[in-house]
């Protein structure tokens, strides 16, 4: 019963195609968000939504777009992919944090991606 | 512009002495400080975090110091066991809330190996 689950694990795909990665969480956050983390390792934000709300858009390309079906599920769909999209990609989930407090964030185990 | 360094790529330590594992910032702004540990092929797990107004906090091995006058925290772990073994992460989230909360900036990572 894995908290946050991600498919697939590996995806290996050419350049131009169009992927999707999926993400469930079975934990009742209501936010959930999409991390790259690149060959140097860096794991950086890319989305966060709340509720199905976009909440965090960083300066990603317009080819990346997130779907939220549902609070318990939040989706990567990426397209024409170009070789520097190769990267590790996490999803996580958290709680709703109550003023004054902070909730850790859950990870998946990661989507290996990689683009030839 | 890198806001969350680790400078030590690496870290080895005998098992039963301490692991010291450390992290600087910049921005002034961040409220909230997690560690996270991670092992090969799977997503980062929360071990520990400290408020900006504290300066420590502790849980069972585990104790994370804050100095914000220096911008720098630290993990130490006492003792230390193999399974320590892992990449650990220091991350930072922003205050204010909104389109803020749970916007976490990652460290690089530094390898702790724990010899027996």
């Known amino acids: 019963d894995t908290a946050v689950s991600q498919t697939p694990k590996y995806l290996v795909t050419q350049m131009g195609n169009d992927k999707s990665i999926k993400c469930e969480q079975n934990l009742g956050h209501d936010t959930m968000y999409w991390y790259k983390q690149d060959s140097k390792k860096f794991l950086k934000i890319m989305f966060s939504y709340n509720n199905k709300e976009l909440i965090i858009n960083e300066t990603v390309p317009n080819r990346f777009s997130p779907k939220s079906p549902d609070k318990a599920h939040l989706n990567l769909h990426i397209n024409s992919l170009e070789l520097g999209d190769s990267a590790v990609y996490f999803c996580?989930?958290?709680?709703?944090?109550?003023?004054?407090?902070?909730?850790?964030?859950?990870f998946g185990p990661g989507t290996r991606l990689t683009v030839t | 512009d890198q806001q969350v360094k680790q400078n030590s790529p690496s870290l080895s330590v005998q098992e039963g002495r301490i692991s010291i594992l450390n992290c600087d910032y910049t921005?002034?702004?961040?409220?909230?400080f997690l560690w996270y540990k991670k092992y090969p092929a799977e997503g980062p797990t929360f071990l520990i975090s400290?408020?900006?107004?504290?300066d420590k906090n502790e849980d069972g091995r585990f104790t994370v110091f804050l100095n914000k006058s220096a911008k720098h925290l630290s993990l130490h772990i006492v003792p230390s066991q193999p399974g320590d073994s892992a990449v650990y992460f220091c991350a930072a989230n922003l205050g204010g809330g909104g389109t803020s909360y749970g916007k976490l900036t990652f460290g690089q990572g530094t390898i702790l190996t724990v010899h027996p």
């Open positions: 996580a989930s958290s709680p709703t944090g109550t003023s004054g407090g902070f909730n850790e964030q859950y």
């Open positions: 400290i408020s900006s107004i504290k």
């Open positions: 921005n002034s702004m961040f409220d909230y």
